[in-house]
């Protein structure tokens, strides 16, 4: 019976063996690539095993659980990601431990966040959670199941941010379809992000950061130019419950 931190250990091996792979096979230097780890659902041991370990960017989708957690390691230096969809009345909890919210999707948040980010006295990162199940239909309000903003809406989002106090556009992120189009094919998911990201690098030239590849999916992420990927069950094992 291997313990905890040998686990963790060798799955982080294996998934750097599988981002060093993908930077080499795209002709990208390794270093292009962070690896964030998404510990929802797993204990603070853990996130203290991965510091450990050398990890210094983990993510959260819930701020129930992120909060808490979040508090128990404030000795690690790690940067904290926010990566679940994000109710305004949360906001002031998680601008108190999040560097990066990958998950702003709408106008209110954007208004929200600042406000919290005003308050507690932090500056925060923000990412354009990017819907590509539907390439139709209105921008701002047409969210995606799993949250996201079209791809018109992105545009007047990195604005919004730009102008609001304590917050700076960072770049976009998106989790491949499920549906519509792109749904069995993030390559092709990824290659779009990608051009959204080159339109929206033109009007804000450090918003430059592409969060997009999972445990399935980081190979065609790193292909097509993701900058971030986060990384959930391939580092800490299949999630004991829903999240
Ligand atoms: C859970 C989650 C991940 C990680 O997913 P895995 O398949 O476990 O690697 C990445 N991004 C978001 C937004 C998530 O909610």
């Known amino acids: 019976m291997t313990d905890r931190r040998t686990q963790l250990a060798d799955n982080l091996a294996r998934v750097e063996e599988r981002i060093a792979s993908a930077c080499a096979a795209a002709g990208r230097p390794r270093e292009e690539v ?9 204990p603070a041991s853990d996130v203290r095993l991965l510091s ?18 979040a508090a128990e390691c404030t000795d690690l230096p790690l940067s904290w ?8 009345n949360k906001v002031r909890s998680v601008v108190k431990y999040a560097d990066m919210v990958h998950s702003v999707d709408r106008k209110r948040l954007v208004t929200a966040l600042s406000t919290a980010a005003v308050r507690a006295g932090r500056e925060l990162g923000c990412l354009i959670q990017v819907a590509l199940d539907t390439e139709s239909g209105a ?8 949250g996201g903003v079209a791809p018109e809406g992105v545009l007047p989002l990195a604005d919004a941010l730009a102008a609001a106090e304590g917050l700076r556009p960072a770049g976009l992120m998106t989790v491949a379809p499920l549906t519509g189009p792109y749904a069995g094919r993030p390559g092709a998911a990824f290659d779009r992000l990608m051009e959204i990201a080159t339109d929206l ?3 804000h030239p450090t918003a430059n950061m592409v969060s997009a590849g999972m445990s399935a999916d980081l ?25």
Do not use: C, M, W
Not at 81 to 88: K, M
Not at 139 to 146: H, I, L, V
Not at 233 to 242: I, K
């Open 81 to 88: 990601h926010f990566v679940g969809q994000l109710q305004t």
């Open 34 to 42: 962070t690896l964030i780890v998404v510990t929802k659902t797993y």
């Open 219 to 243: 190979e065609e992420a790193v292909a097509a130019g993701a900058t971030h990927v986060r990384v959930g069950s391939a580092v800490l094992g299949v999630r004991p419950r829903l999240g």
């Open 52 to 69: 450990e370990l050398g990890v210094r960017h983990v993510a959260e989708n819930r701020d129930q659980d992120a909060a808490p957690k």
């Open 201 to 203: 690098r033109a009007a």
């Open 139 to 146: 921008a701002e309000g047409t969210t995606g199941p799993r």
